[in-house]
C-alpha cells in the first residue's frame, strides 16, 4: 500500500531555531496536510496544500507542495516551547478524503 | 462549537475480552472515520461511513473488528475478542463531506491496552 517516509523521526533544538521536517511518498497525492498531535490529544490540522508547487504559511508555519506530488515540508521559524509535540504529514490520494500519515517528528524544545 | 466526542478514554482489558468505542461526531458532519494509532506511528485508517453507510472498510480487521453508524449520527467501534496487537489509540474524525479537499477533525482518542 501507500506509504509515506517522513524525516526527522526526533528533533532536539533550542527555542529561538529554525525547524525543518519533510515527507517523501512513492505514490502521487492530490493533498498534503500537516498535523500536529499534543500528547492525549488527537491530531489537529496545521496546514492544507492542494496543488503542486503551492507554499503556504500559517504564522510562523510554513509548508510547500513538491511539484512531482510526492513530497512536502513543513518549516516552523523561531521556535517557541508550546511548538513541543509530534507532527505527521499525510496525503490524500482518492475522491473520499482517505488520509495516509507518516511516522511523525517529535520535536522538542529546549527553552 | 463541540468538537469530536470519544469515551472512554481509557480502557485496560485482558486479551480475549471485548471492547466497545463509541464517537459523536460534529453535528452536522456526514463523513465519520475511525483510524487505529500504535505507539510510534501515525493514524491508520480502520473505516469510512458516509451517513449510515461504509465507504471504504478495506484496512478493517473484519474476523475480530466492526463498526457501526446506525443512524448516520454517533458510531460504535468493537473488538471481539481482543488481541495484544491491538493495543493502541483509536482515534475518531469527522469531517463534513468526503471529498479530498474536506478537514477531519480528530477526537481525543481512546487508549486501549490489552494484557
Known amino acids: 500500500g501507500q506509504q509515506l517516509n517522513q524525516s526527522p523521526q526526533s528533533m532536539f533544538i533550542q527555542e529561538g531555531e529554525d525547524v525543518s521536517m519533510n515527507c517523501t511518498s512513492s505514490?502521487?497525492?492530490?493533498?498534503w496536510l500537516w498535523y500536529k498531535q499534543d500528547p492525549g490529544e488527537g491530531p489537529v490540522l496545521l496546514i492544507a496544500?492542494?496543488?503542486?508547487?503551492e507554499l503556504t504559511s500559517n504564522g510562523r508555519l510554513t509548508a510547500q507542495f513538491g511539484i512531482t506530488r510526492k513530497d512536502s515540508f513543513l518549516n516552523i521559524s523561531a521556535s517557541i516551547p508550546s511548538d513541543v509535540g509530534i507532527y505527521f504529514c499525510?496525503?490524500?490520494?482518492?475522491?473520499?478524503?482517505?488520509?495516509?500519515f507518516g511516522k511523525g517528528t517529535k520535536l522538542s524544545v529546549k527553552p | 462549537e463541540a468538537g469530536v466526542a470519544q469515551s472512554p478514554r481509557y480502557k485496560i482489558i485482558e486479551k480475549r475480552q471485548s471492547v466497545a468505542f463509541w464517537c459523536n461526531p460534529i453535528?452536522?458532519?456526514?463523513?465519520l472515520y475511525w483510524y487505529q494509532q500504535i505507539l510510534g506511528q501515525g493514524p491508520k485508517l480502520l473505516i469510512q461511513?458516509?451517513?449510515?453507510?461504509?465507504?471504504?472498510d478495506s484496512q478493517l480487521p473484519k474476523d475480530r473488528f466492526s463498526a457501526e453508524r446506525l443512524k448516520g449520527v454517533d458510531s460504535t467501534l468493537k473488538i471481539q475478542p481482543a488481541k495484544l496487537e491491538d493495543s493502541a489509540v483509536y482515534l475518531c474524525?469527522?469531517?463534513?463531506?468526503?471529498?479530498?479537499?474536506?478537514?477531519?477533525?480528530f477526537g481525543p482518542g481512546t487508549r486501549l491496552l490489552v494484557l
Open positions: 505514490s502521487i497525492f492530490n493533498t
Open positions: 496544500l492542494y496543488k503542486a508547487g
Open positions: 499525510a496525503g490524500q490520494g482518492g475522491s473520499q478524503g482517505n488520509l495516509i
Open positions: 453535528s452536522g458532519h456526514a463523513t
Open positions: 461511513f458516509q451517513n449510515n453507510g461504509v465507504v471504504d
Open positions: 474524525a469527522s469531517s463534513l463531506l468526503a471529498t479530498y479537499q474536506e478537514t477531519q477533525y
